[in-house]
């Protein structure tokens, strides 16, 4: 069975800083693009990036580019997100998901983690 396990969030100040990690349990997803969805308290899920985990190519959605990294270690099978100059609106749920596909549509990826809290404080 297939995990994906987050970590790396919590409160922060507005302009802060974090960093979330997602480890998947299976070398079997080595070819699967990894991505970041957010989803805010009362709001749709949103797609945050993605990364090709043979390439490293990336993808970024419109709220966070420029502030926002998403980069991959292969060797530990983790996937990152280095959120900069947080937002108070950048308050949400951080999932990572898994999916052959480098796609921004939520429904296209198979492999979810359990998700992470983020809270930016203004």
């Known amino acids: 069975q297939v995990h994906l396990v987050e970590s790396g969030g919590g409160l922060v100040q507005a302009g802060g800083s974090l960093r979330l990690s997602c480890v998947v349990s299976?070398?079997?997803?080595?070819?699967?693009?990894r991505a970041w969805f957010r989803q805010p308290p009362g709001k749709e899920r949103e797609f945050v990036a993605v990364i090709n985990w043979g390439s490293g190519t990336t993808v970024y959605g419109q709220s966070v580019n420029d502030r926002f990294t998403i980069s991959r270690d292969n060797a530990k099978n983790t996937v990152y997100l280095q959120m900069n100059n947080l937002k108070p609106e950048d308050t949400a749920v951080y999932s990572c998901?898994?999916?052959?596909?480098?796609?921004?549509?939520?429904?296209?990826?198979?492999?979810w983690g359990q998700g992470t809290q983020v809270t930016v404080s203004s």
């Open positions: 998901a898994a999916g052959p596909l480098m796609l921004r549509d939520s429904t296209r990826y198979k492999y």
């Open positions: 299976e070398r079997s997803l080595d070819s699967y693009a």
